[in-house]
């Protein structure tokens, strides 16, 4: 077994999920379980500046071993796994040559994840496999991208025939919940771009993603006996729904794909008194983004005209950008990835992030930051999977990137 399979396996016994709910940084104090063995084994590496701060993010130096002008580049993943599914006791399934077929992923629990309603297992016959046991979602975002780049750090520090420029390592907490680039000091880091090893399948390659904003609304009602509740009753969750319908039905995610925008609907918590719905807002164009913004607005502007003043109370706040206009400058880091992929023989998949990233936000405070690959499948579930090759080819790309960008120095 390969030494990134070895540590992937290793890191996902580590239950790092994140917790929207919470207000502390990282917002589980389980995350720092896995900053300190990351710590620990970057010392190990004997790399510099191995750090990790108060609030779980590990940093560490690559010094170069050239003297050439190479730029300094960042890898950078994320430790934490979502809160959509429990990442505790994520006991992995090895399949040796998938065959094609369904595959049991818990008998007594009859959780099966056939081809049929992900196609995208044909393109694994033969090879290598790791899923979960139908419990728990597997880990491999972000923690097959940890791997990734500490298996690419290792290749280099036991060769050190191998020129390189600086590099810089960083793993960062709660990047499921958004909040992954809120304290990260992209000074300290002092890289002069880099990539987050985030993405999905083998040769996705990504510099646009959405704009990003969240909306909490509260409706208030009135309750009276429904006995005698005409002209009295104010029945928050109606209002609710009514709001709810004047979004467009088509706008979301699951009628959406490619760069479509959309609403979704996260949460919806009623009473006859009072009523909160929660929604992210996505879309690439920013435009388009503003018009939505505006749209949820009228909404409950109409809501309060309707049912009267102060109903409904909209609380709208940006998230994040895309970072394609940060990307475009610097385009040499997505044409150099490019080349890279296609030197290994992996076709390149360049396409729009249907969500967000840590380099999205990093990316306008001065990181431009793309992002590469990891092999993962189904992300956030119990379906997630992992082809091993996939997860192998990653560090040959890391390692050739840095191949080019100091042979081109």
Known sequence: MSNVIERFLRYIQIDTQSD???DSCPSTAKQFDLARLLKEELDSLQLQDVSQDENGYVMATLPA?????????GWIAHMDTSPDMGGEGVNPQWIEHYDGKEIVLNTAQNVVMSPTDFPELKQYIGQPIITTDGMTLLGADDKAGIAAIMAAVEYLVQHPEIEHGTLKIGFTPDEEIGRGADRFDVKKFAADF????DGGELGE???ENFNAAGAKIVVKGRSVHPGTAKDKMINSINIAMDIAGMLPGQMRPEH???YDGFFHLMRFD????????????REHDHDKFEWQKGLIEKAVEFANYKYGPNTACLVL???????????LPVFHIIETAREAMIELGIEPKIIPVRGGTDGARLSFEGLPC???FTGGHNAHGRFEYLPARSLERAVDVILKIIELYTAKA
């Open 20 to 22: 929207v709910n919470s």
């Open 65 to 73: 071993n050239t003297s050439r002008n190479v730029p300094v580049i």
């Open 256 to 258: 959406t794909e490619r």
């Open 370 to 372: 793309p992002n590469l």
């Open 194 to 197: 880099a990539y987050t090893v």
């Open 270 to 281: 009623g009473k006859l008194e009072e009523t909160t719905l929660e929604y992210i807002i």
């Open 317 to 327: 706040k940006d998230q994040y950008l895309n970072m394609r206009e940060k990307i």
């Open 205 to 207: 390659l990504e510099y």
